[in-house]
């Protein structure tokens, strides 16, 4: 079990870098990884206290993700040598600062600039391209620094999108114990309630957090900081990823982008809830009051693709046990769930 160290969210906490460098005993060399955009919000900051720390900062500015630029961080940790990689920015920069760091062993600390999705602290990470549409399991981060400030400084879909990842694991949660029930598959009760947890608490503050108030966005980071450690105590994606995410990654596959990660997670969470019998009109008056997509035009695809989704969804991952393997739905049936839900007309 990998679990960060240190964990510092609020307003302002990038000045805390100088302090978290010293405690967890970093010396020597840091390589900085951050995209154009969050360098300048706040990479160029980052580095200004690793220096005032004493570390001899390497900055790696990177656009995107695919394997040839995993390929340049490696060959520049391999380099340079750093004893620490800091990831400066959005989903994408995390991801990338995880999996190389992984790789090369050292370890990285999270800074993120955007809440989009729970992988700011999770020790899962995906890369575009590749022949797995879904995360990978690679090292969880020494530390989180999460300034508030600058995370704020994102457009607003963002924030959105992170709280539909975070709803999300109510039906990821139920699929978790019913591949247990049925496949006798590893449960663990704590990992479970700490994703369910983080989803009712943002449910419960969705006000606070549509009037974009200091304390919703802290509701939320802590939401899916919580997430993320629930993935690292399971040792997988199981408590935060079940058929909504299968859904989602099957929209990306039918039609790529149109919308967010969470976007599609928390649409495909009210699908599955439907599935289950359970409470799917509470996640869909939760998503609404958000701002968030609930319906397939929302999501900027056709009718005929959301159903395609739904259908397509648990052939990704056969040994993925969840709602949509066991219920094994023709197109009419994902048609009829598709509409029920009033995600189609
Ligand atoms: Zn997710």
Same mark, same amino acid.
Request: net charge negative; hydrophobic share 45%; no cysteine.
């Given at each position: 079990m990998q679990l960060p160290r240190e964990v510092i969210v609020g307003k302002g906490t990038l000045n805390r870098v100088p302090e978290v460098v010293r405690r967890l005993g970093l010396r020597g060399k840091a390589l900085v990884i951050a995209g154009s955009k969050s360098y300048e919000l706040a990479g160029k900051t980052v580095c200004r206290f690793l220096e005032q720390?004493?570390?001899?900062? +390497?900055?790696?500015?990177?656009?995107?993700?695919?394997?040839? +630029?995993?390929?340049?961080?490696?060959?520049?940790?391999?380099?340079?040598?750093?004893?620490?990689?800091?990831?400066v920015g959005g989903g994408t920069i995390i991801d990338a600062a995880k999996i190389s760091s992984c790789s090369q062993n050292i370890p990285f600390i999270s800074i993120p600039t955007t809440v989009s999705h729970d992988g700011i602290a999770s020790p899962l990470a995906s890369i575009k391209g590749s022949d797995k549409p879904y995360s990978i399991l690679a090292q969880a981060p020494l530390a989180i620094i999460a300034d508030t400030e600058v995370i704020a400084q994102a457009p607003w879909r963002f924030m959105i999108s992170g709280c539909g990842d975070v709803i999300s694991k109510f039906t990821a949660v139920k699929d978790w114990k019913l591949a247990h029930i049925e496949n006798?598959?590893?449960?663990?009760?704590?990992?479970?309630?700490?994703?369910?947890?983080?989803?009712?608490l943002v449910t419960q503050n969705a006000e606070l957090i549509v009037y974009r108030q200091d304390e919703g966005l802290r509701v939320l980071l802590e939401a899916l900081i919580s997430c993320g450690v629930a993935m690292s105590i399971a040792g997988s994606s199981r408590p935060c990823s079940g058929s909504e995410h299968l859904f989602s990654h099957a929209l990306d596959m039918v039609k790529s982008n149109h919308s967010m990660h969470g976007e599609q997670c928390g649409v495909g969470a009210i699908l599955t809830a439907y599935l289950y019998r359970a409470n799917w009109q509470d996640i869909k008056k939760t998503l609404k009051q958000l701002g968030a997509p609930t319906t397939a035009t929302e999501l900027g695809v056709e009718d005929s693709d959301l159903v395609k989704a739904l259908e397509l969804a648990p052939k990704i991952r056969p040994e993925r046990y969840t709602i949509l393997h066991k219920l094994n739905l023709n197109t009419e049936a994902c048609e009829k769930t598709a509409k029920a839900t009033g995600i189609i007309d």
């Open positions: 720390a004493e570390l001899k900062v +390497d900055v790696l500015q990177i656009k995107t993700m695919a394997e040839k +630029d995993l390929i340049t961080i490696e060959q520049q940790i391999m380099a340079t040598k750093p004893q620490v990689l800091f990831g006798n598959e590893y449960y663990g009760g704590y990992a479970a309630s700490l994703a369910l947890m983080s989803a009712k």
